[in-house]
């Protein structure tokens, strides 16, 4: 019964990512069939930026936590040792995994306090790459046969979402710089950034303090580089890098700017499913070398190199290089 089920919701998910959804729109429909079959009272999906694994957009079911709530949720994504994140199962390989640590952070500030205890989480990959997740919250447990159901449908949600993500809008505004502090604070910043904080108000509550604390952290780690969707359907990038002597221990200077087509472009390339080697054909394309040039930087045959572009031109659906740059140049 549960497999039918499973393949019953794998292709209906299938059609929804050949309707021509955004993101958001696809997760809106996936979270009414999953929810028909695993019930729960709140629930919310993210789709990730598949390079730094940071929540490019965010989709609540029917009910939303109380808004005071959203700000500690989405920060515990970003503590050291708080069990389960997203990141930690997309780097673990899990697809599902259930809570049941009790020193969990956001079972004790969030879930306790609405009267909820118990959490399902899925990852939704495509291939290797992680596109999304969903974390489903509900006062009774997960059952063994909804694990499993999860499990099943995962792939084809990761599949889906991966498709949904090649819809890119564009926009304009000012880049703002804003100086954060290691705990998050804010400093100092342009006057920019007031509009960049409205921006990502708008997708939720306390997401712009979110993606500070997090391009703070990653930015003591070397450098910060995330791409995050705004309310319209256009991409954010943040961009982090620690700032060295003064009084400003542990500061990083954080750059906000909308993001281009070359900011774009492996999460694109990602989202048509272009093999590492195709990716490194299609960079070859774009900086205008021809099939000669490509050969020998890349150590491959001309033949090869034909037998890649074509493939690209499938992808892409095109039928020419100059079509296939103006695809990606967008």
């Known amino acids: 019964m549960w497999e039918g089920r499973a393949l019953g919701v794998r292709r209906d998910v ?15 429909a996936a979270i009414a069939l999953i929810d028909q079959l695993v019930p729960c009272e709140l629930t919310c999906w993210a789709s990730m930026d598949p390079v730094s694994g940071v929540f490019a957009t965010m989709t609540s079911g029917v009910n939303r936590i109380p808004q005071q709530y959203e700000p500690v949720l989405a920060s515990c994504e970003y503590t050291p040792g708080e069990p389960h994140t997203f ?26 306090p609405l009267g909820l ?3 399902l989480r899925s990852l939704f990959r495509a291939g290797a790459t992680c596109w999304g997740g969903a974390g489903m919250v509900r006062t009774g447990e997960f059952s063994e046969r909804e694990v499993e159901f999860m499990t099943s449908v995962a792939p084809a949600l990761g599949a889906a979402t991966r498709l949904a993500s090649r819809t890119a809008a564009r926009g304009t505004g000012a880049p703002a710089i804003v100086v954060v502090a290691r705990d998050g604070t804010v400093r100092a910043s342009t006057a920019s ?7 990502l108000e708008d997708v939720a509550p306390g997401r712009f303090t979110v993606m500070l604390r997090a391009a ?19 991409w954010i990038l943040f961009e982090a890098s620690e700032l060295l002597g003064g009084d400003g221990d542990g500061e990083a200077a954080v750059t906000i700017s909308r993001a281009s087509a070359a900011d774009l472009l492996g ?52 039928r020419s290089r100059a079509e296939l740059v103006a695809k990606l140049s967008w």
């Open 87 to 112: 990141a930690s199962l997309a780097r673990r390989g899990d697809t599902v995994a259930r809570l049941e640590d009790k020193r969990c952070a956001r079972l004790n500030e969030v879930w306790r």
């Open 14 to 28: 299938t059609a929804l990512a050949s309707a021509g959804l955004d993101v958001v729109e696809l997760h809106q």
């Open 117 to 119: 205890r118990h959490e």
């Open 267 to 318: 999460l694109l390339l990602e989202a048509h499913g272009a093999s590492s080697r195709e990716q490194d054909v299609c960079h070859e394309v774009l900086a205008g070398r021809p099939t000669s040039g490509i050969a020998a930087r890349l150590e491959i045959s001309p033949y090869t190199v034909q037998d890649h572009l074509k493939s690209l031109f499938a992808k892409f659906g095109v």
């Open 193 to 199: 950034a007031a509009r960049w904080r409205d921006e």
């Open 216 to 234: 703070a952290a990653g930015a003591r780690t070397g450098s910060f580089r995330a791409r995050v969707r705004d309310a319209r359907g256009g």
